[in-house]
């Protein structure tokens, strides 16, 4: 194996002394981080609520649009239920027919049938 020359110092006492800034710059990079994670929380955390919110509205109007909806066809459906040519027909389907004259009794005021 060739060994290889290597440049070493003119003065052999000299020793390497570890460099004691990193633990300053590692606490200030770390504290950095921490209030940009918080900066970015405190000002995503209010806009996703409100995008939340507005999609919840969205999802409300057009759930009260279709009860609307709903609603004006059940309203049509009872006034077609309700109509007197439409209860005539249904009477005449079960037997049902117009009282006669003879059958209506009339009552003197505050007297009750029995």
């Known amino acids: 194996m ?5 440049a070493r110092p003119a003065n052999v006492w000299i020793r390497r002394e570890r460099d004691r800034r990193w633990l300053r710059a590692l606490a200030a ?3 950095t981080a921490a209030l940009v994670g ?3 929380f405190l000002i995503g955390w209010p ?3 409100t995008t939340s919110i507005n999609y919840h509205v969205i999802q409300l109007r057009s759930e009260v649009e279709a009860l609307t ?5 059940l309203e049509i459906a009872v006034q077609e ?5 439409h209860l005539a027909e249904q009477a005449r389907s079960l037997g049902l027919q117009p009282a006669g004259t003879a059958q209506i009794t ?4 505050g007297e009750a049938a029995r």
Do not use: G, S, W
């Open 69 to 73: 909806r709903r609603e004006r066809a």
């Open 47 to 49: 806009r996703l609520q």
């Open 81 to 85: 239920q309700t109509r007197p040519a």
């Open 38 to 40: 918080v900066m970015l």
């Open 2 to 6: 060739i060994e290889l020359p290597v």
């Open 29 to 31: 990079m770390l504290i």
């Open 106 to 109: 009339i009552l003197p005021d």
